[in-house]
């Protein structure tokens, strides 16, 4: 059943909304979506705008939870998904976030050939930050980004999903064509 602007509004916890809204995102993305890129953004780029906030930026909340911010890069510095998690915290008011992200980008784009080679890799991952000069730029951010993360609640930065979707309900909902 698709997410419904009534479903939104009568929904009173937000654990219960971001559950909803996830399930929605799941039903648009499955994971043989995902695993294919240009399936996912061709499916991300239909999406409303709230939930393709939220897909662009969900990735971004795994690796600030389990990694760190330069680790987030090792994984994932295409153009494209990058520009979804910027665009991502931006659209869901995590502005702080969304700079800190793009200072970062800023710093490792240069650098990006590097990182999709075999040249760096788990083992020298944070040796190389300190060869190419940035790794000191990062420990501010993280703890910055884990702050935030830590201050929103228990689901960090995915907390700001329900809080868009109660602000923006509209911008969440799939419309029939």
Partial sequence: MALTIEAIESVESNEELLELLTDELQQALPDEVQEDRERFHAALAKL???LRAMAG??????SMTLDDLAWHFANQNEVRD?????????????TEIASLFEKAWKLLEPHFEA???DQVNGENFYDWL???????????MN??????SEKAGEYGLLEAWPVYARKYPERCIVTSP
């Fill in 143 to 148: 703890e910055a980004i884990w702050d935030a």
């Fill in 130 to 140: 300190d060869e190419i000069g940035v790794a000191q730029h990062f420990a501010p």
């Fill in 115 to 117: 990182l999709r080679s």
């Fill in 57 to 62: 930026m969900h990735f971004f909340s795994v």
């Fill in 82 to 94: 990058l520009t979804e998690t910027l665009n991502g915290l931006r659209e869901l008011e995590l």
């Fill in 48 to 50: 409303p705008r709230g």
